[in-house]
């Protein structure tokens, strides 16, 4: 299979985009006559696709479902109990919708973690995007052991999987997961190379019991001693760090996922991004799931990462609108393991084509500003992930029978949830 | 001319909206060979159209050409000198692409102030939007006499101007424009009933130096003194409030303008919203200028009112989605003069028609949830204004036009401003 994204503008000038199966073979002129695929690149502009790192992909079934409560009041008595009557086709459908909903937002990866997540693993086989989906694991959940089989089951059969979805293990946090499943899910990484996947000092609350509880240690200084910090570990959240723990994430190389949305709408509070890239931590951008955010939008997490990275240094200099784009791109991308993130030859072919005519991104003194400030899911039309195209000009194939299916699981699960 | 909007979602029904002229005639099933053009609301939700009650609508051709700085260097070394180059064509095209922009994410009305407003009048007349455009005063601008040589010009053939503009008085800020000035303008509103729209508390540098220089009197209680408050009067941004100034502005009927994107990116300050519409103040919603937004949606508005709202209550209750979604819908219609802002039988007809099939409103427990939290411009299908479809299914005429103009000014802006 090959695509030819003809006569595109791509940095500023007008090019053709050779794609010979997933990566990209070659930028400059190409003759047509020689791919199985022309996409026509006249009215657009080609950029980077966004990687989504951290997302609870089935709770778009719990869109809306409850908002603007105080966390405890919120989890209790509405999220966890919805959560309780879930079923496994919800959780394939509910991430059908999301993997729908990240491809018209121009985004082509992300790193999940829910319950049976083999429901994940087919949604995102079938809808063509990229994933890590974690092998979640809480040692406080009531259906604890049902959860554990379906990963282990999904872990078993690792190899047939697509060549797109990683398998990571995903502790939930320290106050859900006991030091020996810490350390066992530590080992876990080690030995088989897979992503570890963990919610670390998300609130002030997680920070202060840490520290009552561990000896005085913070969230990430526990983690530290416990060995579950290496460049394999995607600290989500990671809100409440002392200068210590950045240190420990730099040297560590962590990858902490800033969740800006989510952060207000919980009120968990501020990621101070700004001193983290200025110590060299790793920072990559998520949504969070869609019960606090509510969408999967990279583009709105962009700009309010910028304004929160304001408000955190307390200054309209907070990060530039390059190391915003960078975090929700080429960052994300290098940091999942992925030769991607990037519109280069020889890297993988996910590629982005926004509408150039879009009054959002005009005029376009620097299209950067544009993307992190302005534009949003509306400028996107095509979207092509892995050397295929999963959207062209705003179309997805199959989205109908996605909508009415979420639809149909939704009133299923609110009868069941209020019932 | 008539309308008939056929099967459309109206308030979780199925139904028609019949339009006759510009007001909804009626709501309910129709005959539809009585009708001129027929929309077909088959996969479409029909909602009130928003409300942007602050704008610079010309600085759309200054998208993204400065970002991220300290306020006065940002405004002294890039925004100003490029202004100082803007020519009348710039303030039309500029105008036509924000009218534009507005027109994709949903808005049929702004509020706005600028310089040489002539050209902002024939761009909303050209578009088919409603405004209230100011004749804008700026007693420390170098170029005052040929700003007031316009806005004079369009003060005397007010009664030649399309029913969907007011002209309102616009004297930019306490600091800018003096006592005599800000005293004439009350008296001229007063006079005539026009709209008075001018910055308030913006920064704490203006309220800090507001007392200094004013005997201990805050921003608002200074406009209070000079009989500038009042049920016509739009305050932009109003951030910094004491609790007597919040008093004053819900005893005179002010209507605060709420611009959360601008504020953050900016860093003016946290708009204390709850505390606000506790005291009774009205509270309004708009984008300000594109240069501190940068865009014009209400969608990204509402979504980053409801996070601030949250950041000022120190709590995740902040504002209800509720009352942000009607801050950015009814209270900002009526605040205007309009008898629009909700659909019923007899209101102007003013409606947008939303993507049913949206995964961003999937699934639908809470359609306002929906709107607030997660849907954006791609949700927007068409657009109806003053009984007129500037918007099917979204496309609108003459668009290629604009962004080619748009373009053109842009680039020629640029050059004189950097040359």
New interface residues.
Partial sequence: MSILIKHVELNGNRTDIAIEGNRIADIGPQDAALFDTIVDGSYSIAVPAFYNCHTHSPM??L???A?????MD?LNNHIWPAEAKLQPEDIYWGTR?AC??MI?SGTVYFNDMYFMPSGTVRAVEESGLRATIGMFLNDAAPNKEMFEKDSKELWERRDTLSPRIQLSIAPHAIYTCGEKTLRECAEMSQQYGIQLHVHVSETKTEFDGCKEQHGGMTPVEYLDTLGVLSERTFAAHSVHVTEHDMEILAERGVHCVFNP?SN????SGLLPLRRMLDKGVSVVLGTDG?SS???L?M??EM??A??VS??AN?????A??DEIYKIATRNGAVASGLDAGVIEKGRLADIVLLDA?S??L?????LV??LV??????C?RTVICDGKVLMRDGFIEG??E??EN??RC??RL?AAARG
């Fill in positions: 778009t079934l869109r809306g479902y908002d603007d409560m105080e966390l919120w919708l729908m909903e018209h949305v207000l709408k919980l009120m869609t955010n509510n969408n939008s583009f709105d700009k309010v910028s304004l304001k408000l307390n200054s309209p200099i907070g530039q609108v005519s009054a959002q005009t005029p376009s003194y620097n500003s544009n400030y302005s534009a949003d899911t509306s996107v989205e109908a996605v909508i979420a639809r939704a009133k609110l």
